[in-house]
């Protein structure tokens, strides 16, 4: 029988009920016990030993960024589900050859189909999450697909940070990513922030593009310091013969249309007000077992209460509120 993760590892309280949430509005007819399980599963990759990065508490920043960038998407709970799905796979932070990548992205979209269509979300909507997985892999999406847009810009928005910061990312990617050599892991992180590097902007939406200064200059620095030791451990690793960066235009999805804005339709219901309740808070004993429980450096400023009379599903930011209120009691 598999372990409750909820509440463990570091792992805010308002996470799993986001899925729950993310789920029902995506119309999936699954019971919110059945839901929950799902969650646990995918919690359970999200928080496997190896991801010293990309973790649960990574997952809730990434939440957290689609929550902040929501105002320009069609549909914010089709992104936080994609968010959810992405822990399927292993992370991509580094450059992987055409046939290793695109293996990557069909497992999390099978992953993604099977376990949505065992939750009763319609297969419209599934092909939309698959389509929206792609984008958010290979983190290029035009600028009239304003879903993908949003779930590239949360998922880049951890390059904008402070330097400090940014080391502890590149020192917790190099041991995420333990089985390459100093050699060959220089050379594919470099390949990656070089097709970063390349684009005109790394940020498409209007809040995304404050970050674009500090993430490029991170990414440069980085860039320099993997040129830097390469020149030493073998300069042949600079060369990059035979390969060419992708072009923003190159790529394509692996559906047949990308859609510039969702054709799903939504009942106006489901967007407005929802009966769900409030997320299950961890209790004192379930706390005492969780180390480094807070996730405060990725909880934004508070928003104000839903007027009495309306339950509303509540977003990362006013979820990790009610968690710090229940703390407090």
Same mark, same amino acid.
């Given at each position: 029988?598999?372990?409750?993760?909820?509440?463990?590892?570091?792992? @805010?309280?308002?996470?799993?009920?986001?899925?729950?949430?993310?789920?029902?509005?995506?119309?999936?007819?699954?019971?919110?016990?059945?839901?929950?399980?799902?969650?646990?599963?995918?919690?359970?990759?999200?928080?496997? @030993?190896?991801?010293?990065?990309?973790?649960?508490?990574?997952?809730?920043?990434?939440?957290?960024h689609i929550d902040e960038l929501s105002g320009i998407c069609h549909d914010a709970d089709l992104l936080r589900i994609v968010a959810w799905y992405l822990g399927a796979v292993e992370p991509v932070s580094v450059y992987l050859d055409d046939q290793v990548f695109d293996a990557r992205v069909e497992e999390c979209q099978a992953y993604l189909g099977n376990s949505a269509s065992q939750l009763g979300v319609p297969a419209e909507t599934i092909s939309r999450l698959q389509e929206l997985v792609s984008l958010a892999l290979h983190h290029i999406s035009s600028v009239t697909e304003l879903d993908g847009t949003v779930i590239i810009d949360a998922d880049l928005a951890v390059l904008a940070c402070t330097p400090q910061e940014y080391k502890k990312f590149r020192l917790a990617i190099r041991e995420e990513n333990a089985k390459l050599s100093d050699f060959d892991y220089q050379v594919a992180r470099r390949r990656f922030v070089r097709r970063l590097l390349k684009r005109k902007s790394l940020f498409k939406s209007p809040t995304g593009s404050h970050w674009e200064a500090i993430a490029r200059q991170n990414l440069e620095a980085e860039l320099a310091n993997l040129d830097a030791s390469l020149e030493q451990l073998d300069p042949q690793g600079l060369s990059d013969a035979g390969w060419v960066p992708v072009e923003e235009t190159d790529i394509s999805t692996t559906s047949t249309t990308i859609f510039k804005r969702s054709a799903i339709a939504v009942p106006e219901a489901a967007v407005e007000e929802t009966c769900c309740v409030l997320p299950r808070f961890v209790t004192k004993t379930e706390e005492a077992q969780s180390q480094d429980y807070s996730s405060l450096e990725f909880e934004p400023d508070v928003l104000d209460k839903a007027p009495i009379g309306v339950v509303r599903r509540l977003s990362a930011k006013e979820l990790a509120r009610q968690a710090a209120k229940h703390k407090q009691l």
């Open positions: 029988m598999q372990e409750n993760y909820s509440g463990r590892c570091g792992t @805010p309280a308002w996470l799993l009920r986001s899925f729950v949430d993310s789920m029902l509005a995506a119309q999936a007819t699954a019971t919110e016990e059945q839901l929950s399980l799902a969650g646990e599963k995918l919690l359970f990759r999200w928080g496997a @030993p190896h991801r010293i990065f990309h973790n649960t508490r990574y997952l809730a920043s990434l939440i957290s």
